[in-house]
C-alpha cells in the first residue's frame, strides 16, 4: 500500500487541506506537496508501515491545525488571507479591587483592636479583684480567697472587650495576611490571656496561700502583657509583609486597583 494511502495518512492530509482553503491554490499545493513528502520519508525510515509507525510520523508533524497555522503566518504579507487558526493574545487582566480584609492597614488595626480589648478586659479584671481582707478581733490580719473567682472576673473582663475582639475574629479570620495558625493566634489572645490572669492565681493560693497568690498574680500579668505584645507584634510584621506582597504582586500585573 502507498504510505500516503494509509487511512490515517488520508485523513490527516484531508483535514490539513480544509484547513488551508483560504490560501492561494499554488501555496496550498506546496503545503501539502511538502507535507506528503515529509511523512513518506519518515515512514521510509521504518522497516514496516504499521499503525504505530504512521502515527509516530504523524505526531511529529503536530496537528494538522497547527502545521496550517504555521503556513498561514510564513505567508502574512499584504493581499493574502487573514489567519484563521492565529491565537488570539489573552485579554488583559480587569483590575479588581482587593477584598477589605486583605488591604495593607487590616494588621495594623487588628493589633490596635487587640491592644484596648486586652487593656479593658485586664483594668476589669484588676478592678474586680476577689481578694478580701479582714481583721480580727487581736489585730491579727488575715486573708480571705474564693478559689474560682478568679474565672468569674475573667469572663467579666472577656464580656467587656468582646465587641472589640468580634471586629479581631472578622478582620483576621476573613483575610488572607496571615496561616490559619496565625489567624487562630489572633483569635484565641485575648480570651486565653484573660483567662490565665483569672485562673493562675488559684493555683498560686492553692500551693502557698497568700504570697503564692500575689506571686502567681503578677507573674502571670507580666506573662500575658509581655507575651501578648511579642505576639501581635510578630503578627503584625508577618501581616504587613504579606499585604505589601500581595499589592505588590497585583499592581506588577494589573490584576488589583490599588486605589
Do not use: C
Not at 104 to 129: D, N
Not at 220 to 228: A, E, H, T
Request: overall charge negative; glycine content about 10%.
Amino acid at each position: 500500500m502507498n504510505t500516503t494511502q494509509h487511512p490515517l495518512v488520508s485523513q490527516y492530509l484531508d483535514d490539513l487541506s480544509r484547513m488551508l482553503d483560504h490560501l492561494p491554490p499554488g501555496d496550498r499545493a506546496e503545503v501539502l506537496a511538502g507535507v506528503r513528502e515529509h511523512i513518506e520519508a519518515g515512514l521510509a525510515e521504518r522497516r514496516a508501515t504499521t499503525v504505530g509507525d504512521v502515527s509516530a510520523v504523524l505526531a511529529e508533524l503536530g496537528p494538522p491545525e497547527d502545521v496550517a497555522r504555521a503556513a498561514y503566518e510564513s505567508g502574512d504579507g499584504p493581499g493574502l488571507p487573514t489567519n484563521p487558526y492565529a491565537v488570539a493574545p489573552p485579554l488583559p487582566a480587569q483590575p479588581v479591587r482587593l477584598p477589605i480584609s486583605d488591604r495593607r492597614w487590616v494588621p495594623v488595626v487588628v493589633a490596635i483592636l487587640q491592644a484596648i480589648a486586652m487593656l479593658l478586659a485586664m483594668i476589669v479584671a484588676l478592678g474586680t479583684a476577689a481578694v478580701m481582707t479582714s481583721s480580727s478581733s487581736d489585730g491579727v490580719e488575715t486573708v480571705d480567697y474564693a478559689v474560682g473567682s478568679g474565672l468569674m472576673v475573667a469572663m467579666g473582663g472577656i464580656l467587656t472587650a468582646l465587641p472589640l475582639w468580634i471586629a479581631v475574629v472578622l478582620l483576621a479570620g476573613n483575610s488572607t495576611l496571615w496561616t490559619g495558625r496565625q489567624k487562630l493566634a489572633h483569635i484565641l489572645l485575648l480570651p486565653v490571656g484573660v483567662l490565665l490572669v483569672g485562673v493562675l492565681p488559684d493555683l498560686g493560693w492553692i500551693v502557698a496561700g497568700e504570697r503564692g497568690l500575689n506571686v502567681v498574680a503578677i507573674a502571670s500579668l507580666l506573662l500575658v502583657v509581655l507575651g501578648g505584645f511579642w505576639l501581635v507584634l510578630r503578627l503584625t510584621i508577618e501581616g504587613r509583609r504579606r499585604a505589601s506582597a500581595v499589592g505588590q504582586v497585583g499592581l506588577d500585573s494589573g490584576a488589583f486597583d490599588a486605589s
